[in-house]
């Protein structure tokens, strides 16, 4: 059964194993933890990367329930993103949602 959080999973997999090339994966990542606000980090490195030099506009969204909010920006050749304890796949999908629209433009 695939529902929409494996998807995002295969989503990022994907993008990963794409980003592999024998080189990157040495250096670089993507890293997914807990922080004490509680919530989510998220981040993924993009030197070497076909997102290194692309802008993105940093989302900011607090909703009602005080921890459902996200924050996503790049920052020194990162994507980070940060999020209350049920925003995970927001993360993740915004994320991809820049990366795989990136891709259909280049």
């Excluded at 295969?10 to 994966?25: F, G, P």
Aim: with cysteine; proline share 2%; glycine share 4%.
């Amino acid at each position: 059964m695939m529902n929409a959080d494996n998807t995002l999973l295969k989503r990022l997999q994907d993008w990963y194993a794409s980003m592999c090339n024998d080189d990157w994966e040495h250096t670089y990542g993507i890293f997914i933890s807990n922080i004490d606000n509680p919530g989510w980090s998220f981040k993924v490195e993009l030197q070497d990367t076909y997102l290194e030099d692309v802008q993105f506009k940093k989302i900011q969204i607090q909703r009602q329930d005080e921890n459902d909010w996200i924050i996503c920006m790049v920052d020194k050749n990162c994507f980070q993103g940060y999020g209350g304890p049920c925003n995970l796949n927001d993360l993740l999908e915004t994320f991809l949602d820049w990366a795989e629209e990136t891709w259909n433009e280049i």
